[in-house]
């Protein structure tokens, strides 16, 4: 199982939660991987909403291949926004 603990310990391994914010995590991918996904995915979810994005709306996403990049394009094109992605190496 997967939670946040909205304000301290966010990165321990147990916690003491609630159990309605609980997310089930599957075999695959492991929990590490999950907790990656989850906090990159809350992380593009909070731009999305800072920046008010709407359906048709334009948006340049850079460091589109990035970890949390790969999930905002995905999530921004499903909310109808047309994307412009960059990507380099450094």
């Known amino acids: 199982m997967l939670a946040t603990t909205a304000v301290v310990g966010g990165y321990a391994e147990l916690a003491v939660v609630p159990a309605d914010p609980l997310i ?5 991918p492991d929990t590490g991987a999950a907790v ?18 709407a359906p048709r709306d334009r948006v340049l996403v850079q460091a589109a291949a990035g970890a949390v990049g790969t ?7 499903r909310r ?5 992605g960059t990507a380099g190496r450094s």
């Open 24 to 28: 089930p995590v599957p075999e695959a």
């Open 36 to 53: 990656a996904l989850y906090r990159h995915g809350a992380t593009a979810e909070a731009l999305i909403r800072a920046a008010r994005v």
């Open 71 to 77: 999930i905002l394009v995905q999530l921004l094109k």
């Open 80 to 84: 109808g926004a047309t994307v412009i």
